[in-house]
């Protein structure tokens, strides 16, 4: 059974930075395309970050590229979201994602986490 468990969210002021993590189990985080998504109040669930199966290359959102890292720890079966500069419209879900081939769309991934919820505000 594969499970994905997002931390690392939490309640911080313009221009913070959050490192947030994905926990796999029941799959192996470098077999699969592993991606950072984030729904806002009120709005559609939105890419951010991915970083794919076959060579570990990254994508990013222009939202956050520049301000966000996306990395790979394979020893520990886990994928990272790092951010900086952190502006309240980056206030949403976060969930981290897992495909088997790379995509930048939502309804394409197999695997989904709960989320867990990063807050920008002074």
């Known amino acids: 059974q594969v499970q994905l468990v997002e931390s690392g969210g939490g309640l911080v002021p313009p221009g913070g930075s959050l490192r947030l993590s994905c926990a796999a189990s029941?799959?192996?985080?470098?077999?699969?395309?592993m991606g950072w998504f984030r729904q806002a109040a009120g709005k559609e669930r939105e890419f951010v970050a991915a970083?794919?199966?076959?060579?570990?290359?990254?994508y990013y959102a222009d939202s956050v590229k520049g301000r966000s890292t996306i990395s790979r720890d394979n020893a520990k079966n886990t994928v990272s979201l790092q951010m900086n500069s952190l502006k309240p419209e980056d206030t949403a879900v976060y969930y981290c994602?897992?495909?088997?081939?790379?995509?930048?769309?939502?309804?394409?991934?197999?695997?989904w986490g709960q989320g867990t919820q990063v807050t920008v505000t002074s």
């Open positions: 994602a897992a495909r088997r081939l790379s995509s930048f769309v939502a309804s394409e991934y197999d695997y």
């Open positions: 029941g799959l192996i985080v470098s077999s699969y395309t």
């Open positions: 970083i794919t199966w076959n060579g570990g290359r990254q």
